[in-house]
């Protein structure tokens, strides 16, 4: 059974992701941070170019070459990492530049299986409202789909 992503409105700025993981917290931070592995799942499954320099004050660059043909880029940079339980990052997509998001990606593991919580906060209501209508629940989900098939082929 695949698990299904929650989302819900913290505040008229803030958004929350949870996801439960069948993998040890240690692999699941791996696949979020390094590219060999970001490359396999990030980009809902889509071929994904990564430029990533981990380390606080560091940037990020990434392309999802999606089916429609377009080429889709992020970037952001990391404001704190505190391995392997807490990252904190902006979030930029580059068709819409000046909407930054910091993204707080929390990890916490029981039993070895990974929950991880995403609370994601916008500098306006609009801009959250924006990030919901855009379909990013669906997004985010079918990227946590891809997660889980790289999880299952890394553990295997």
């Not at 409105?9 to 040890?24: G, K, Q």
């Amino acid at each position: 059974m695949t698990e299904q992503l929650s989302v819900t409105t913290l505040s008229d700025t803030e958004i929350v992701m949870t996801r439960v993981l069948d993998a040890p917290r240690t692999l699941v931070w791996a696949c979020q941070t390094q590219a060999e592995h970001l490359r396999k799942w990030w980009g809902r499954g889509h071929p994904l170019d990564v430029e990533i320099d981990f380390r606080v004050g560091g940037k990020y660059r990434f392309v999802e070459h999606a089916d429609d043909g377009n080429a889709y880029a992020f970037h952001g940079e990391f404001l704190e990492i505190e391995e392997p339980s807490r990252l904190v990052q902006t979030f930029e997509f580059e068709g819409m530049p000046g909407h930054v998001v910091t993204d707080s990606l929390e990890l916490t593991e029981e039993n070895g299986r990974t929950t991880v919580t995403t609370t994601s906060r916008f500098d306006t209501k609009a801009d959250r409202d924006g990030m919901v209508e855009s379909g990013m629940a669906d997004g985010a989900q079918q990227s946590y789909v891809a997660l889980d098939a790289l999880l299952r082929e890394l553990t295997n």
